[in-house]
């Protein structure tokens, strides 16, 4: 039986999450996880509703809390998700040489100062306008080295248009495959996100195919995170997806 770990859980140290430490430990220990990494948001932009949230010293007073709590049952590293624009990567590089951490995932969720969920960010763009510049901001965050693993890859095939129709990998393809290939140059890994299974999709962030991609251009290693905000996220679809990876011949790590 695989050894399982979400590395992608928030507590209520983040703004839009209602979990508390305790309960994601006791949902991670009830769904029978080996390990928990609680990734915290950390943005960067004042137009960003968690700009200013976060709080080391109390984050890691409740992991330091929990680890004693619950000992050898559960694994418990410390963790961010940094929320990627590429106007506050000196603001990232201070923030990652101040406070030392287990994990950093890297992740893209703005354009332009709006989340690319919000309802707002269509509003007057084409397709081209919506897609191209969150795979550009992307592969930027690849490029900048600051990040070992990489966060919901494809989180655009959520964004809220009725216009676009169904994202179809191979219209974005010469951007993933680049994307990919600086992914694997790098050694940087793929976390493969579950939170798209409650979000109407069949499959993770990123999909089967761009996953395969992945493993073709070179790619040997994954991590796997629920994408926690409530108890009930935790370990999300993650018997059937690592079972999927297992297949693929794509490894687990453990952040």
């Not at 995170?225 to 370990?235: I, N």
């Amino acid at each position: 039986m695989q050894r399982l770990f979400d590395c992608h859980m928030h507590t209520t140290h983040s703004c839009d999450a209602t979990a508390t430490f305790d309960e994601l430990c006791e949902s991670a220990l009830k769904y029978g996880l080996q390990g928990i990494c609680v990734t915290e948001h950390v943005d960067f932009d004042e137009a960003d509703a968690g700009y200013g949230y976060y709080n080391y010293d109390a984050y890691m007073a409740d992991v330091k809390r929990c680890r004693k709590k619950y000992g050898s049952r559960l694994t418990i590293r410390t963790g961010v998700e940094v929320t990627y624009q590429t106007e506050f990567i000196d603001d990232i590089k201070r923030f990652l040489g101040t406070y030392e951490l287990d994990y950093v995932l890297g992740s893209v969720h703005s354009i332009d100062h709006v989340l690319v969920l919000d309802p707002e960010y269509p509003e007057g763009r084409t397709k081209n306008e919506a897609y191209e510049p969150y795979w550009q901001e992307t592969l930027a965050m690849v490029e900048s080295g600051l990040f070992k693993h990489i966060g919901h890859l494809d989180y655009i095939k959520s964004i809220r248009s009725q216009e676009y129709g169904e994202f179809e990998v191979r219209q974005w393809l010469p951007w993933i495959t680049k994307i990919l290939e600086r992914v694997v140059e790098s050694g940087a890994i793929l976390e493969v996100n579950t939170s798209a299974l409650r979000k109407g999709h069949t499959e993770p962030y990123p999909g089967w195919d761009i996953l395969k991609l992945y493993k073709d251009l070179g790619g040997t290693h994954v991590v796997m995170g629920s994408d926690s905000h409530s108890p009930s996220h935790v370990g999300l679809g993650f018997r059937e997806t690592a079972a999927q990876l297992k297949k693929m011949g794509l490894a687990l790590c453990h952040a």
